[in-house]
C-alpha cells in the first residue's frame, strides 16, 4: 500500500530525533573520553613520567663507614681497612669453570669459598655478581688485573672490613664483627635496610654489639639505570653514607697488655678500676682469642678448637661469670655489723677452729684454730669463726643492705656482653626463688662469702673502690663517644661511716703488709705505692680434700682484691684465678704485679718488690719485653 505524506512525515520527523540521540551519546561519549585523555596526558604526566623513571632508575645501598674504636689515649683499636675481593658474573664469564680454573692458577682460592659460590651462582640470576674470594691481597689483585683479557667476567672490587690491631688482648671487651645473619635480623621490628646489604657486617658482641646502632652509621645510595630483565647498565649519581660515630675507651692498651700477659695461660680474669674516675683501665679475661677470626665468617674447625676449650676463651670472665667471693666477702660482714653498732673493732671472739650452730659444725680454715681475734686480725690472718659470729648477731638481712650499697647483686651496666647481675641473697629472695625459708646455716656460709652469693670479678674491683673510698664509684667503659666526653663514675658519698671504712681499710693493710697477713708474701716495698687487700679461696666441691689431689676443675677458685696506694687511693683492682687453689699463693701475686704496672705506668723498679722476688720479677720483665715489646721498658732499660 501506498505510503502517504502525512506517514512520511512522520518517519522522517522520528528517524531524524534518534539520530540526533545517537549522536549527542556519541560526542558526549568522546568529550568524556578527550577529558581523560587530557587529564592523564596534562594533569597526571608528572605522576606517570616518575612511575616510568622508577621502573627505569633503582636506588642501590652504600655501606657507612663504620666508627673507629680507641684506647684512653688515642690508639687505635678497632679499625676499617680496605679488602679487595673477587667476584664473578657468571653471563660475563661464560664457561664459569674454565675461568675459575684460570684464576686459580694465578691466585690460591679456598676450596670451600668455590664452593659457596658455585652454589651461589646456581640460585642466583645470571648477571648477578657472585664473591669467589675475599680479602685478597694487593698483590693478588694486581696479577689479576695484569691477566683480565684471560678472565672474562672476573673483578676485582674494594671495600672495608673491620680489623682488631690488638688482637687477644681487646677480644672480649670490643667483640667483634661478622656477616648479618637471620637470627641478628630477627631482633628488630623493622630492620635498617642497609641490614640487607650482601655481607654488611654488625656487632656480635662485646662494644661492637651494645654500642652497634652508634658504630653503624648512616648508609648512603647510589641511582643506576637499569634495562627491563634488571641488568645494570649505568650509575647515574651517588651520595656517599654518613660514617659512624668514632668511640673512645678507657682502657689504657698498654695495661691492658700487661694484664692479658701476666694472667698467662690460667683460666683467670682481672679488673682494674681508677678510684677516682670509675674507669676501667684494664678488664682482661684469659685465655682469650683472635676477633679477627670472626670477621669473616670463622671456620668449623677453628671454631671448635675455642669451644671445646675447658678454659674457655670465648667467655668474658671479668663480666660474665660468677664466683663466690670468698674471704674478699668478709668485708662486707665486718662493715654490717660496725654500722649496725653491734660489734666493735676491738671486740673479741675466741676461734678454737670451728664453730657449732644447731648441731652442725662450721670449720675455720685453720684447723688448729686462730685464738682470740678482733676485727684487724680476723681480717688480717681470714679467721672464718670471727665472721660465723659477727654474721650471727648481725643477720642476713644488714649483711645484704650492705652488700648491695658496695656494688654487689646488681649490673653495673657497661656495654659488654652477658654482663651478670650475680647474686646478693636475703631470706624474701630464697622464698620466692627457691620456695624455701632461710636458714641459719645461710647466714653462716654467706658471712665467708660462701653459700648462695656470686659475684663477677667486675662487681669485686667495685665493691674494693667503694670501701677505699665511701664513694659509690661505678665503672665506666667509654670516655668519648664522636669526641664527647662522657660522665665519669666517680659517684657519690655512701653515707657509711668514714670511722667504720677506716678500719676495714686497716685490716686490709694487714693482710698485705704484717709479717701475718694472709697476702704478706706478695706485699709491695715502695713505701708511697703500698697496698691493702684481702685473699679470699672459693670452694667448688663440698668434700675437705687437697687441691693437689682432685682433678684441675674441681680445685678451690682463688681471689685477691686490692687498693693502692693505700694513704691515697688511686686503682682498685680484683683478680679471679679459676680453680687455681689458695688467694695468697695463685692470685695476690698476679694483682700485685697488675697494681704496680698501672701505678707506675711502665715496668715498675725492682726495688718496689720483695727481695726475694726480684731476679723472678727481672725475668718476668725481659720475658714479656721480647714477646710484647710495646707495653714497657723493663727496670734494666731504664737504668
Known amino acids: 500500500m501506498k505510503r502517504t505524506a502525512r506517514d512520511t512525515q512522520l518517519s522522517t520527523r522520528r528517524i531524524s530525533r534518534r539520530g540526533l540521540i545517537m549522536g549527542g551519546a556519541q560526542l558526549a561519549f568522546a568529550g568524556l573520553l578527550g577529558f581523560r585523555m587530557r587529564h592523564l596526558q596534562v594533569e597526571q604526566a608528572d605522576r606517570f613520567r616518575l612511575l616510568a623513571e622508577e621502573n627505569r632508575v633503582k636506588v642501590r645501598l652504600l655501606p657507612p663507614s663504620r666508627g673507629q674504636i680507641f684506647d684512653r689515649d688515642g690508639t687505635p683499636i678497632a679499625v676499617n681497612e680496605p679488602a679487595y675481593r673477587i667476584i664473578l658474573v657468571p653471563e660475563d664469564a661464560g664457561d664459569v669453570d674454565g675461568v675459575i680454573g684460570e684464576l686459580s692458577s694465578l691466585i690460591e682460592l679456598d676450596p670451600d669459598d668455590i664452593n659457596r659460590a658455585l652454589a651461589e651462582i646456581k640460585k642466583s640470576r645470571p648477571f648477578l655478581p657472585v664473591t669467589i674470594a675475599d680479602r685478597v691481597s694487593w698483590e693478588e689483585v694486581s696479577r689479576i688485573a695484569v691477566n683480565t683479557p684471560a678472565l672474562p667476567g672476573i673483578t676485582p672490587e674494594v671495600g672495608l672490613s ?203 680454715w685453720k684447723r688448729g684454730g686462730h685464738g682470740t681475734m678482733d676485727l684487724n686480725t680476723s681480717l688480717r690472718e681470714s679467721c672464718d669463726v670471727y665472721f660465723y659470729d659477727l654474721a650471727l648477731r648481725v643477720g642476713i638481712e644488714r649483711i645484704a643492705e650492705v652488700g648491695r650499697k658496695l656494688g654487689l647483686g646488681a649490673r653495673s651496666g657497661v656495654p659488654m656482653s652477658a654482663e651478670t647481675s650475680g647474686l646478693m641473697p636475703d631470706k624474701e629472695w630464697k622464698r620466692i626463688n627457691r620456695g624455701q625459708e632461710w636458714v641459719i646455716g645461710d647466714t653462716v656460709n654467706a658471712s665467708i662469702g660462701q653459700g648462695l652469693i656470686l ?168 720475658e714479656l719485653r721480647r714477646k710484647r715489646p710495646g707495653i714497657a721498658p723493663t727496670a734494666r732499660d731504664r737504668a
Open 162 to 364: 673491620r680489623r682488631y690491631l690488638m688482637g687477644e688482648d681487646f677480644a672480649h671487651v670490643v667483640g667483634y664483627v661478622g656477616p648479618v645473619s637471620p637470627r641478628d635480623l630477627a631482633k628488630y621490628e623493622e630492620p635498617d635496610p642497609v641490614l640487607q646489604i650482601p655481607r654488611f657486617q654488625i656487632g656480635k658482641v662485646g662494644v661492637e654489639a651494645k654500642l652497634e646502632d652508634t658504630l653503624r652509621g648512616e648508609a648512603g645510595a647510589k641511582h643506576v639505570e637499569v634495562n627491563a630483565i634488571g641488568r645494570v647498565m649505568r650509575e647515574l649519581d651517588r651520595r656517599e653514607g654518613t660514617p659512624g660515630n668514632n668511640i673512645q675507651l678507657t682502657i689504657d692498651h698498654k695495661l691492658q697488655s700487661f694484664v692479658q700477659s701476666r694472667l698467662g695461660t690460667e683460666s683467670a680474669s682481672a679488673v682494674v678500676l681508677d678510684c677516682q674516675t670509675g674507669d676501667l683501665l684494664a678488664i682482661a679475661s684469659a685465655p682469650s682469642f683472635d676477633p679477627n677470626l670472626f670477621v669473616r665468617g670463622i671456620s668449623v674447625a677453628d671454631y671448635a678448637q675455642l669451644r671445646d676449650n675447658d678454659h674457655r676463651p670465648l667467655a668474658s670472665k671479668a663480666v660474665q661469670d660468677a664466683y663466690p667471693p670468698g674471704s674478699t666477702f668478709k668485708m662486707v660482714t665486718a662493715l654490717a655489723a660496725l654500722e649496725a653498732g653491734i660489734a666493735g673493732p676491738n671486740d673479741t671472739v675466741y676461734c678454737p677452729g670451728h664453730m657449732e650452730v644447731s648441731g652442725r659444725r662450721f670449720h675455720c
Open 455 to 622: 659475684t663477677s670479678p667486675l662487681q669485686l674491683a667495685v665493691m674494693t673502690a667503694r670501701l677505699a673510698t665511701g664513694r659509690s664509684v661505678t665503672p665506666r667503659l667509654i670516655s668519648r663517644l664522636d669526641g664527647v666526653p662522657q660522665p665519669d663514675g666517680a659517684g657519690e658519698d655512701l653515707g657509711l661511716s668514714q670511722d667504720n671504712l677506716r678500719h676495714i681499710r686497716r685490716g686490709m693493710f694487714a693482710v698485705s703488709n704484717h709479717r701475718r697477713g694472709t697476702a704478706y708474701r706478695s706485699r709491695i716495698i715502695a713505701e708511697e705505692m703500698r697496698m691493702a687487700g684481702k685473699t679470699g679461696t672459693a670452694q667448688v666441691r663440698s668434700q675437705v680434700v687437697r687441691n693437689e689431689d682432685v682433678p684441675w676443675e674441681q680445685r678451690d677458685h682463688a681471689l685477691f682484691v686490692n687498693f693502692a696506694p693505700f694513704d691515697a687511693p688511686r686503682i682498685a683492682v680484683s683478680v679471679v684465678v679459676e680453680h687455681g687453689g689458695g688467694g695468697s699463693t695463685a692470685a695476690a701475686p698476679i694483682a700485685r704485679d697488675i697494681t704496680l704496672q698501672a701505678l707506675y705506668g711502665e715496668a715498675p723498679p725492682l726495688s718496689a718488690y720483695p727481695a726475694g722476688d726480684r731476679e723472678r720479677i727481672e725475668q718476668m720483665q725481659e
